[in-house]
Structure formats: C-alpha cells, structure tokens
C-alpha cells in the first residue's frame, strides 16, 4: 500500500472526472475548479451527509439558506470589513507576494530563494467587493459573503420564533463562500470560491465549555464513521495568537494532507460576539428571552464550521489506495458507501443485445434507489478495475448464464469476493450493504 502524493490525486480527479481546472479551454483561472461528473456527486454526498447527521437525525437543530449578498452593515458589525486581513509580503527581488504567517522560513522567499528580499508586512483584505446596482460608489458597495455564519445570526429571531425553538439549539446552513486568499493552493485545499458546512449551536454562557467539548467529539466521530482513518486526524486546539477576533476558544480537527497536517475543520467558542454585536448596530433586540425564569441575555454560541469542498478533498486523499492482486497494481478508492459516486456498476459481459438488455432493465430499476452506472465498454477485467478506481462499491455482471438462472454475478470492491444472486433478490442484496 502507498501513501499519494498530491499529485496523484490531482491526476486521478482530472482523469476520472472529479474536479477540472475552471475554464480550461482558456489557460485555466488559477484557485478556481469545476467538480464533474463524479465530484459533484462525491460532494453532494458529503453534503447530505454532514446534514443528515447535523440536522435530519437531531431534533435540537434546524436548516436555513440565506444569500450570499448581505447589506454592508453585516459585515462591519461582524468585525470582518475592519479586521479580516491576512499579513502580505512581497519580495522585492522577484515581485512574488506571500502571507507570511504561511512561509517556512519567514526571510526567505520560497519562489526565487532569496533571502532578506520581503518588504513590511500590510494587510491584505480578505473580502471580495462588489456593487449592487448600476453606479460604482462607496453607498453601493456590497461583498459576497467570506462565511456563511453571519446569514444565521442576523436570522437568530427570525429562525428563533417561527420555529418556537429554545436553548440549547442549533441553525445549520450549506453554501458558497469567497475569499480573495494571497496564495491559494495545494489543488483544491486552498481556494477562492469554497463551499462550507456551518452550525451556530446556541446554549447558556455557562453550559459553553460542556459544548463545545460536546461537539469536538461528535464531529471528530463523524469522520470517523465515513471511514476516515483514525491516524490521520487530530484535534488541535489554537494558541490565544491564533484565535480570530470573536473567539475565546478555537481547535481545528486536522487531516494529514499530503505536505502535512492542516486545518479540516474549526471549532469555536465564539461566545456572545456576534449576537452582541449585531444587536448594537441594528439597533435590533435580538437577545434570548427566558420565559421559564422572565430573563433576557444573549447565549452563547458554538460554531462547528467544515469546508465540503475540502472534506471531499481529505476523503478522497484517504480512501485512494494502491495494492498488489495477482503482481498487478490495483488502484481502489475505499470510500464509504454513503460517500461513493456510484453505489452499483452494471456490466454486461458482451455487447450483445440478449445481455444489453436484461442489463438496461436491472440498471433502469436500480436507478429508483441507487446512482448507477451502466459500463458495457472495454474488457469485464477493465472495466472492473476502472469502478475500483471511481470508488463504486458493487459491480453487477450480466453474463450469459444470466439467461438461463436468471442471476447475476455481484463483485465487492474491497474484497473482490463475488456472489451469484437471483436478480429477484438482487435489490434486496444491495440494500442490505448499502442501506
């Protein structure tokens, strides 16, 4: 078995149909990809599996979608217009520009070698800007969101009183994201536009640290029940230098990336920030009233906020193995069934039409429950071998002892182990494996 590289998986992404380079017919814009055919089914099953868990299976936590433009207002009472800045520098011998909390060797840049070359650090805003309406000007300027968590706080009351909802509960919202980053990178870890996966959990100032210990765990498990390796994660909590402006309490989980660990997911006591804050400049109420006890405060609130884009990425990275079967080299994506693209190959063992056939009508019925490819190309020892690689945890063959026994042959991914099942039985066989 092999560990892979990042250029590895960023070969397999492209040949197989994951991710490809956004607008590549024009030289491709850099930090921008478009998910095919295969990813975007990868990620919109880490999607609803973050949101099964997050919100389907609990009863404390409830969904919403706001826009990804928000009055201006938003972002200057959240603090970002004023503070979300990363440190820049740029190296006067070759114009490289670099944040510098970032690189190795903070006299040295990385992209010419020269040392003692970096100008003062500025600040570099983070924030995408652009204006809503037909004149250009100060009064008109708007941004696209840089987190999705601001369109939960400024909906607490709304979300709060038409759902009768009361503490400890959560707001759970999927969506894009866009950060103007200085050097984005590693494939799709570090991108400009991103999707990310973020509940605000409200609870009592002094049932904060019970939480947000509580959510550590349930999202570190989460991981782990999609089938992560437990060796490759941590839980790393920040030093007070590292904390963001609204938080008294942050740990990342971490996945060992191919270049070394890093950032997978935050969690964080944000405490009363933001509630607080939008209050003051809305000039809104938006503290929780208690009717049990007749008190009005503002909770606190524990963020656990994942990146789906780059979740799918660390999935992908530790399902991707290489193993010898028969002195060949065999390439598997051991993804969980809940995450795998297709959940089902049918494979048709000739082109013939009597097996094409039978084949379309199993696919055709799978397809009611399952994502189903149907492959009648290349050779049956290829075309295993590519569902291997795509991550498709059954292949179906068809052959010609089908038309006699009316069964097919069933291949595990993993195992390779093959079973003969009856084709009336075979939505059931599948159900039980894939749920």
Not at 92 to 99: G, K
Not at 181 to 207: A, D, H, K, L, N
């Amino acid at each position: 078995m092999t560990e892979p590289t990042l250029e590895t998986i960023s070969n397999l992404a492209k040949k197989r149909g994951f991710v490809f380079q956004s607008s590549e017919i024009y030289g491709g814009i850099r930090s921008a990809y478009d998910y095919g055919p295969l990813g975007v089914e990868l990620l919109r099953n880490v999607k609803e599996e973050w949101w099964r868990t997050m919100v389907q299976l609990r009863d404390d936590i409830v969904g919403l979608d706001s826009a990804i433009l928000q009055a201006r207002q938003v972002w200057q009472a959240s603090g970002h217009e004023e503070v979300f800045t990363d440190p820049l520098v740029e190296c006067r011998n070759c114009n490289a520009r670099h944040r510098l909390d970032k690189l190795e060797d903070p006299d040295t840049c990385p992209t010419c070698g020269k040392t003692g070359t970096f100008t003062e650090p500025k600040p570099f805003h983070l924030m995408f800007r652009t204006h809503m309406g037909p004149v250009d000007s100060d009064e008109n300027l708007i941004y696209l969101r840089p987190e999705t968590a601001q369109g939960i706080f400024t909906n607490f009351e709304n979300i709060r009183r038409t759902n009768r909802l009361k503490l400890p509960f959560g707001i759970a919202q999927v969506g894009k994201s866009f950060r103007n980053e200085i050097t984005p990178g590693q494939f799709v870890f570090r991108t400009r536009e991103f999707e990310q996966m973020e509940m605000e959990f409200f609870v009592r100032s002094e049932e904060a640290d019970e939480w947000f210990a509580y959510w550590q765990e349930e999202r570190f498990n989460w991981y782990l029940g999609l089938g992560m390796t437990e060796s490759n994660l941590r839980i790393r909590p920040h030093e007070a230098d590292e904390l963001s402006h609204y938080s008294v309490g942050t740990v990342d989980i971490e996945y060992r990336f191919p270049w070394d660990w890093d950032e997978l997911e935050g969690i964080a006591n944000r405490a009363d920030f933001d509630l607080r804050q939008h209050a003051e400049h809305s000039g809104v109420d938006l503290r929780y009233y208690d009717q049990d006890t007749d008190e009005r405060f503002f909770p606190y609130v524990i963020e656990p906020a994942a990146g789906a884009t780059r979740t799918t990425f660390a999935f992908l990275i530790d399902a991707y193995v290489e193993e010898k079967v028969n002195d060949e080299t065999r390439t598997v994506l051991r993804l969980h069934h809940r995450l795998a693209p297709y959940k089902v190959a049918i494979l048709p063992l000739s082109k013939k039409e009597e097996l094409i056939g039978p084949a379309e009508r199993i696919a055709s019925e799978l397809r009611k429950r399952w994502m189903v490819e149907l492959d009648v190309t290349q050779s049956i020892g290829r075309r295993y071998r590519r569902q291997d690689e795509i991550g498709t945890p059954f292949a179906v063959t068809v052959d010609f002892d089908t038309l006699e026994d009316d069964a097919v042959t069933v291949r595990d991914r993993d195992s390779m182990k093959q079973d003969r099942v009856s084709i009336d039985r075979l939505l059931e066989y599948l159900g039980e494996r894939l749920g």
